[in-house]
């Protein structure tokens, strides 16, 4: 089955500086990497998400890079601020070609030091 | 839609009690998942389902666990007889489709003495 790690498992920056979490897997037919962000106490909840046809997703601060022959991705926050500070989850699924679900990273602890 | 609903949000029992754990997806949504969250494993898939069928529960840990889905607008999840090293947030989650942005519930915080 699919295996993904993700670092660090806990990261402290600056407000606004950038934020990178980086995640690799190990099923080369995995084809679509979601991420979740999850603040304390409340539900996870998708923040952006790729898929294999395209390397490089931005959703205003927020980006994912995806490199598919080194089998990993990437989650880019800039100009953090306090509300980003979360738990942060990727996750990796090969959906397409079979039924397999998402198997998620262990998460990354974001503190966003003021 | 009030989204994915979950009940109990707190269950505190006994070792080797019967746990029952419920959830309603999203309306229309054909696939619903069962996660479990630990400090220590992360968030692990169960089990899910696809129009009612489960599909995939290589992550149920042992037989003293068991999801049903009778309907496509309810599921439980049973743990009999319930261990302390259950204890852990349940997450009920649904989607339309099984790569799309799956809709967490609020989560049963689940505690067995």
């Known amino acids: 089955g699919e295996n993904v790690e993700q670092h660090p498992s806990t990261l402290s920056v600056q407000e606004g500086d950038s934020a990178v979490i980086k995640c690799t897997y190990s099923?080369?037919?995995?084809?679509?990497f979601p991420w979740y962000k999850q603040e304390l106490g409340k539900r996870p909840q998708l923040i952006i998400d790729?898929?294999?046809?395209?390397g490089e997703k931005k959703d205003q601060r927020i980006a994912v890079t995806l490199n598919k022959t080194a089998k990993h991705f990437s989650l880019h926050i800039t100009e953090t601020q306090p509300e980003d500070s979360a738990v942060y989850f990727c996750?990796?699924?090969?959906?397409?070609?079979?039924?397999?679900?998402?198997?998620f990273g262990k998460g990354t602890h974001l503190i966003i030091q003021p | 839609d009030a989204g994915v609903i979950q009940s109990p949000r707190h269950e505190v029992t006994e070792m080797g009690q019967e746990v029952t754990l419920r959830c309603k997806p999203i309306s229309g949504h054909d696939y619903l998942f069962w996660y479990r969250q630990t400090m220590m494993r992360g968030l692990e898939l169960l089990i899910y389902f696809n129009n009612n069928v489960p599909i995939d529960d290589s992550g149920m840990p042992e037989d003293r666990f068991s999801a049903k889905m009778p309907n496509a607008s309810f599921s439980t999840l049973k743990i009999q007889p319930s261990e302390p090293r259950d204890s852990a947030v349940y997450f009920c989650?649904?989607?339309?489709?099984?790569?799309?942005?799956?809709?967490f519930g609020p989560g049963t915080r689940l505690t067995v003495t």
């Open positions: 099923d080369s037919a995995s084809n679509y």
């Open positions: 790729i898929r294999s046809n395209v």
């Open positions: 996750a990796a699924s090969a959906a397409g070609g079979g039924a397999d679900g998402l198997t």
């Open positions: 989650a649904s989607s339309l489709e099984l790569s799309y942005e799956q809709y």
